[in-house]
């Protein structure tokens, strides 16, 4: 697929009737070679199972739990690499910002401009994303209802930009876990908008480690079969070759060599859940 048409395919996404799509890639980017590394492998992937893919990766992960946690590679060399995998492999790319100062030169590159979790309820950070025109995905906070997250939606509306994803990732009650409740994605059909399920996050344990978050990747397929059940749109997974060498979020990331036949099973749901929508009751 030209990469022209795959961002217009994602500026055709107004509900979560479409085929399912994927955002891949390592959490954080590690170095230039296995960026490149892993975008070509995700490509290849995503043109032999013939779906569309978004590929992820963090120029800064800013909340860690530990000040000495690796962060990424920086804005600067960040987004020259994401650039370089967008033209490499014509695919479109996404990555999240945590200031407004960010947001411009995030936009020269990213196809989609991701809002972090913890950020959802920002202002400012929102409406400087959707003055881009860019796609805007925002992720539901882990202290946030489902209901609340179409205030969000409205700040980046208020832009002139309609073009606007929410995601869910779980809930923190603290304890050093995160919790999905599947009632989410009902409620969150209401605001009308494609609804993207980061599973991988919500897998995390937060801090589980004491000097870093852990995560129970062994959950990953369960939850993610159940969200999709539901009928949405994308699905988010952080994908490593070597997860227990992983410089971020290792322990929740899926193993490379075992993606191809988890995706041919999510998708294969997808197309019978879509086919057959659950019974609305009353």
Sequence with gaps: MKLSDAVQRLRTLHDNTAPLFFILGPCAMESEDHTMMMAEQLAKLAEKLKFLLIFKSSFDKANRTSLGNYRSLGLQEGLR???????????????????????????????????????CRQTDLLIAAGKTGKIVFIKKGQFLAPENIAGAVKKVESTGNTDVWIGERGFAFGYNDLIVDYRNFSLFKNVGKPIVFDVTHSVQKPGGLGHASGGNRA??????????????????????????????????????????????????LDAWAKQRPYPKLS
């Design 219 to 268: 959950l990953v397929a369960p939850l993610a079969a159940s969200g999709i059940a539901q009928g949405i749109a994308g699905i988010f997974l952080e994908v490593h070759d070597q997860p227990e060498k992983a410089l971020s979020d290792g322990p929740n990331s899926v193993r490379l060599s075992q993606l191809e036949d988890f995706l041919c099973y999510l998708i294969d």
């Design 81 to 119: 690499i994401l650039q370089r995998v967008r033209e490499t492999f014509q695919v479109p790319v996404i990555t999240d910002v945590h200031e407004v100062c960010q947001v411009a030169s995030v936009a020269e590159v990213a196809d989609v401009i991701q809002i972090p979790a913890f950020l």
